[in-house]
């Protein structure tokens, strides 16, 4: 399989995901902010943080919550708003559509044009919900189609390590910002607790297997320890990592990424978040997702990259 095939279609399965998890994100969070008061400081800039959205300026006042919302949802400038992942999605489907069934290239494009023409109107609370869950049921549906009519050999793996790979980072960064919202004024936030735990589960649509896990409140701790290491519910930072593995064992040169990934599985297993305050919570997750990047860089070294 050439590099630079095997190099799309992993970003195909990155940006799908990626496009997913944001539309859920968007909408989860829009119905958190009904649900608490407005001066607790939780706002639409977390959501901005975990997305990757760090550089772009917003107007303050009344106009500030709409704006950030359009660069969140369609502003094409803007690489890491939805529409554009969607973009990107497509793109990098269209560039491999000789190896990717034709019904999958189909149900892209037509994602691509609803999006196109619906996302602006999401802009406003009263057609958010509906057309961000089309979205999600969309894409769910692709990656269904794409299971059951793509030949799983080695495109096929690419797709599902670099689907994996994008899952446990915006995990980890749900997580992240989970947490620094509590490191920021944790009294005020003490009380909402329930709501904001609920909210994160709900963000990576864990809410309902995690009342199977845990059969009591929703704690901290317990929902940290779910997200990170149950191995059976498929969005937990350790089920994803176990995801890649299995499609690594079936790649040709892959020692030096399951090295790789076996370090930071260690790392994930060993982990009592029950030890560690939200400070120490807060730099373990971003050591982890350092390692997630690394992690990336080496599969990006092992076979994107051209041959010296």
């Given at each position: ?17 990626r ?8 909408d989860?969070h ?5 649900d608490?008061?407005?001066n607790l400081?939780?706002?639409?800039p ?8 760090t550089d ?9 919550e ?13 690489a890491?708003?939805?529409l554009?992942t969607?973009?990107?999605a ?14 999958a ?5 037509e994602?691509?044009?609803f ?16 057309i961000l ?39 980890s ?8 919202s ?37 704690r ?6 779910f997200?990170?290491?149950d191995p059976?519910?498929?969005?937990a930072?350790r ?7 299995t499609?690594?064992?079936k ?8 090295a790789?990934l076996?370090s930071?599985?260690q790392q994930l297993i ?7 305050d939200?400070?120490a ?15 990336n ?8 990259s051209?041959?010296d």
């Open positions: 399989m050439l590099s630079r095939v095997a190099e799309r279609v992993y970003w195909a399965g990155r940006y799908l995901e496009a997913e998890d944001s539309a859920r994100l968007i989860v829009g119905q958190l902010l009904l608490l008061p407005p400081g939780v706002s639409w977390q959501v901005m943080t975990i997305m990757g959205i772009k300026p917003v107007r303050g006042g009344r106009a500030a709409r704006d950030m919302l359009k660069l969140l949802l369609t502003d094409e400038s803007c890491s708003s939805l554009a969607i973009a990107m497509r793109e990098n489907f269209r560039t491999t559509r000789d190896i990717v069934p034709t019904e290239w189909q149900g892209i494009n994602l691509h044009i999006a196109r023409a619906q996302l602006r109107w999401a802009v406003s609370k009263r057609r958010r919900h509906d869950s089309d979205i999600v049921a969309r894409i769910q549906q692709l990656r269904g189609l794409l299971a059951d009519t793509m030949s799983h050999g080695p495109a096929y793996h690419f797709l599902r390590i670099g689907t994996h790979l994008e899952r446990a980072d915006m995990c960064r749900i997580i992240d910002v989970a947490v620094a509590l490191l920021h004024d944790p009294e005020r936030l003490q009380r909402y607790d329930n709501t904001l735990w609920m909210s994160t589960l709900k963000s990576v649509s864990g809410y309902q297997m995690y009342r199977q896990y845990v059969r009591r409140r929703i901290g701790a317990d929902v940290l320890t997200l990170f290491q059976d519910f498929p969005r930072i089920h994803c990592l176990g995801e890649i593995e499609c690594l064992k790649l040709p040169n892959s020692g030096a990424v399951r790789e076996e930071l599985l060993d982990l009592d978040v029950r030890k560690l939200n400070a919570l807060h730099r373990v997750v971003d050591q982890f997702q350092v390692a997630l990047a690394a992690l860089q080496q599969v990006t070294d092992t076979w994107f051209p041959a």
